[in-house]
């Protein structure tokens, strides 16, 4: 199983991730969040791991322009758009900076996954809803809603997720990866190796 630990904001927590097996390594650049990462950190992780892991960016209503800059700068390989951006913002990005695009929504009932077959990314994502938040809540989604999903987008699942309920929501969901934030961290943007271990071996552990 594939994972994508998010919201790293330290060059040794992404290395550390990697030398675990992580798929991807995520970093926020929205303004608002707790777990916002600095550019030069970024910049650092980026070079470090490339092509060992997929280099995630993840922007929350962010000017194209930005976001291209951005995935130049960092050399990103996934682009994740967590907010209203809509299917032509998010090819346009595909096209400008030749990154992977991941759509995420926060799920807040069965209209969620619907509205989000409009999108034709190279990813869904599936996160927990929170009023005023926009990822890394900690909060799980309804997981009997994804029946209702009529896609064959691969499916990247996130939302209160840690080492006690991962395996259950692979075989629950048989997604594409899992997606991690708070689930590993000791506090906002500092991941815990202890718990950094744990989810990836429960998620590894899974046959799929």
């Known amino acids: 199983m594939r994972v994508k630990i998010c919201g790293v904001t330290r060059l040794e927590d992404a290395v550390l991730a990697a030398d675990l097996g992580a798929w991807a390594v995520g970093m926020v650049f929205a303004p608002q969040s707790r777990?916002?990462?600095?550019?030069?950190?970024?910049?650092?992780?980026?070079?470090?791991?490339?092509?060992?892991?997929?280099?995630?960016?993840?922007?929350v209503n962010e000017p194209l322009e930005r976001v291209t800059e951005l995935a130049e700068r960092i050399g990103l390989t996934l682009v994740q758009l967590h907010g209203e951006e809509g299917p032509a913002f998010c090819a346009e990005v595909a096209r400008r900076t030749g990154a992977r695009v991941i759509k995420a929504v926060s799920v807040e009932g069965a209209f969620t996954i619907r509205d989000l077959a409009r999108f034709h990314t190279d990813f869904h994502l599936l996160d927990g809803h929170l009023a005023g938040e926009r990822g890394g809540t900690g909060t799980p989604f309804d997981w009997s809603l994804v029946r209702t999903r009529r896609s064959s987008v691969p499916l990247i699942v996130a939302g209160g997720l840690d080492a006690e309920n991962v395996a259950g929501a692979i075989e629950a969901l048989s997604p594409y990866a899992v997606d991690v934030a708070s689930g590993v961290e000791l506090a906002p943007g500092i991941k815990d190796p202890d718990r950094l271990r744990a989810f990836l071996d429960a998620a590894h552990g899974v046959a799929v």
């Open 35 to 59: 777990r916002r990462a600095s550019i030069t950190e970024a910049e650092a992780i980026g070079a470090a791991l490339r092509r060992r892991v997929e280099i995630a960016g993840v922007f």
